[in-house]
């Protein structure tokens, strides 16, 4: 499994000119003033609001050119989705995103959803993320995103999205009750006290980022685990001084 994704990797074009950082994008300023139909179906408003309208150009994802004034020349290595050498074919989405999210590429390529994506029915990033990676996966999403394939009548385990739903919710819960002790913590006068308290903190926050990682190696044990030690941490950080 991992020389089927690093061969993807050496196999994607690297971008050819990205320009400085904070430069408008050629491929934006050309494909934001096309007609609709004609503008690579994206929205250049969902890719702004996203996490990576701060600097991942498309190029970043797609292959070309952007230091190029021809359209030819500029879209070189360019390819539809639905074409293998594209950097978006759904096989090498995982390598094109692993590029920068390489501890996530780490998990998902020793997850069994591989061996499925290489088939040619397996989820990858756009799955659960979208296109733009607008999105970290909900509990809402899950039926979604899962239930091609989990459901009674598929090829893999229905109440899996039952346990997947309870430990993304648990996910959000203990954040949470992080988030609310971190504020409590800083209030307290006693600095032993404080330092000691958000040492705990740090390490639950950890455990939490952890467990969101994980998440993509589909190891809904060693997720469980990891919520179970935040738990812990969390208990001795919450209680009275």
Do not use: K
């Amino acid at each position: 499994m991992l020389a089927y994704v690093v061969a993807l990797m050496m196999l994607a074009p690297a971008p050819q000119g990205a320009g400085p950082p904070g430069a408008v994008n050629a491929c934006v300023r050309c494909h934001q003033g096309l007609a609709a139909p004609q503008a690579a179906a994206h929205s250049f408003t969902a890719w702004r609001a996203s996490a990576h309208g701060a600097g991942v150009t498309c190029d970043r994802c797609h292959g070309g050119d952007t230091t190029a004034t021809e359209a030819q020349a500029a879209h070189r290595d360019v390819y539809p989705a639905n074409d293998y050498r594209s950097m978006v074919h759904r096989t090498r989405v995982p390598a094109t995103c692993g590029a920068c999210h390489q501890q996530e590429l780490g998990f998902f390529i020793g997850s069994r959803h591989v061996e499925r994506l290489r088939a040619g029915t397996g989820p990858s990033c756009v799955t659960c993320h979208g296109s733009m990676a607008v999105r970290r996966v909900r509990v809402a999403d899950l039926d979604t995103a899962c239930g091609a394939c989990h459901r009674p009548d598929g090829t893999a385990p229905a109440a899996t999205i039952d346990t997947a739903r309870a430990l993304l919710a648990r996910i959000g819960q203990l954040d949470s009750t992080r988030q609310a002790a971190e504020t409590a913590a800083a209030r307290l006068t006693n600095a032993r006290a404080r330092d000691r308290a958000q040492g705990r903190l740090r390490q639950v926050h950890e455990l939490l980022e952890r467990s969101r990682q994980g998440w993509h190696a589909f190891d809904l044990g060693m997720v469980r685990g990891l919520l179970m030690q935040a738990d812990s941490v969390l208990a001795l950080s919450v209680r009275r001084e």
